[in-house]
C-alpha cells in the first residue's frame, strides 16, 4: 500500500507571529498606563497611611510619656521626623522616615501646621495647632490632615 505524503509541519509562519506580536503590542501599550496609575495610587496611599500612623504615634507617645512630641516635616530631604522619640531599627538619634525609600517612593509637597512645618502633640496628645502634610507620588497626591480641636489624623 502506498502511503500519502503529509505536511508533518508544526512551526507557526512568519504572518502567524507578527499577528501574534501585534496584538501583544496593542495589549501592552493599553495595559501598561494603567498599571502605572494603580502604582502610583498604591504607593500614594502606603505613605499616606505611614504618615498618618506615626502621627498617631507621636500622639500616643505624648500622652503615655505625659510630656510634649514634636513631628518636624523636612519638604527639601522628603523626610519628617519625631523628636525625642526613638528610632525603630535601634539607631542612635529620633525616630526619621524618608519617604523617598522603598515602597513609598514618594515626595513631601507641602506641611502647614499653622504656618510651620512642624506640628506639637501635648502630654495629653493634642496638637498645639491644625494643618496638614500632603505627600505625592507620580500624578496621586493625599492629604493627612490633624484636627485642632480634636487632634484627629485623617487622610483625605
Request: aromatic share 8%; net charge negative; charged share 15%.
Amino acid at each position: 500500500m502506498k502511503r500519502r505524503a503529509t505536511d508533518t509541519g508544526r512551526g507557526f509562519t512568519l504572518l502567524e507571529v507578527v499577528l501574534v506580536m501585534a496584538i501583544t503590542t496593542v495589549f501592552a501599550s493599553i495595559a501598561l498606563p494603567l498599571y502605572s496609575r494603580a502604582a502610583f495610587r498604591h504607593q500614594a496611599d502606603l505613605a499616606a497611611r505611614r504618615v498618618a500612623t506615626d502621627l498617631r504615634q507621636a500622639q500616643a507617645y505624648a500622652r503615655t510619656a505625659s510630656t510634649s512630641c514634636q513631628v518636624t516635616f523636612y519638604a527639601t530631604t522628603e523626610t519628617y521626623e519625631l523628636n525625642g522619640v526613638a528610632s525603630l531599627d535601634g539607631a542612635p538619634g529620633n525616630y526619621q522616615v524618608t519617604l523617598t525609600d522603598d515602597p513609598y517612593e514618594a515626595k513631601i509637597v507641602s506641611a502647614d501646621f499653622g504656618g510651620s512645618a512642624q506640628i506639637i502633640f501635648n502630654g495629653w496628645g493634642m496638637p498645639n495647632s491644625g494643618g496638614s502634610a500632603v505627600v505625592s507620588v507620580g500624578s496621586e497626591q493625599r492629604t493627612i490632615a490633624v484636627d485642632s480641636a480634636t487632634g484627629q489624623v485623617t487622610i483625605e
